[in-house]
């Protein structure tokens, strides 16, 4: 089974400020990578497929990148509506979400 | 684009449950659909996935006590819960992953 190891578990950031939050495979997962944001009662929103296509209507400060078995979600400029918990997932070979990211407005 | 689940509930452990999702507003036989479910305070915990044309892929954790199917006629995915534990005890949500579409959630308590 392959494995998601997110990093970091939680952080704090301020508005306007860059957030980077990085997803490490066991193993190379070809760019089958998603990352999904879930607001609290909600069900998650998936933002960026394939590593680094950002999905429709999501915005432009959200970006992808990553190959092999490193990955990572860029949030270019904190806004008020952003903090949530943010998962990666894999779906090279079955399915794995990340154990998730706590972001919170400083 | 409507997902509904349904079927969930308190169940005892070791019992079973069925549920359900009903999908409206897309071509329902056309996509592949996943269950994922989430414990409480938890995070998204990958369970089930039926392509459109029915093969299916099952986490470890659930291999051979869940079953995943659908039925295109009624435009409904389902998922059999069987030999049920306490750590199965989650929301249920169905998804089409790549197309962001997803219920609500349905509640399964397994407690005796």
């Known amino acids: 089974d392959i494995q998601m190891t997110q990093s970091p578990a939680s952080l704090s950031a301020s508005l306007e400020e860059i957030v980077t939050i990085t997803c490490q495979a066991s193993q190379d997962i070809g760019n089958w990578l998603a990352w999904y944001q879930q607001k609290p009662g909600k069900s998650p929103q998936l933002l960026i497929y394939d590593a680094s296509s950002l999905h429709t209507g999501v915005p432009s400060r959200f970006s992808g990148s990553g190959s092999g078995t490193q990955y990572s979600l860029k949030i270019s400029r904190l806004q008020v509506e952003d903090p949530g918990i943010y998962y990666c997932l894999q779906g090279y070979s079955a399915y794995t979400f990340g154990a998730g990211t706590k972001l919170e407005l400083k | 684009v409507q997902l509904v689940e349904s079927g969930g509930g308190l169940v005892q452990p070791g019992k079973s449950l069925k549920l359900s999702c009903s999908a409206s507003g897309f071509t329902f036989s056309s996509y592949g659909m996943h269950w994922i479910r989430q414990a409480p305070g938890k995070g998204l915990d990958w369970v089930a996935y039926?392509?459109?044309?029915?093969?299916?892929v099952y986490a470890d954790a659930v291999k051979g006590r869940f079953t995943i199917s659908r039925d295109n006629a009624k435009n409904t995915l389902y998922l059999q819960l069987n030999s049920l534990k306490s750590e199965d005890t989650a929301i249920y949500y169905c998804a089409v992953l790549g197309s962001s579409y997803w219920g609500q959630g349905v509640m399964v308590t397994v407690s005796s």
């Open positions: 039926i392509s459109s044309s029915s093969g299916t």
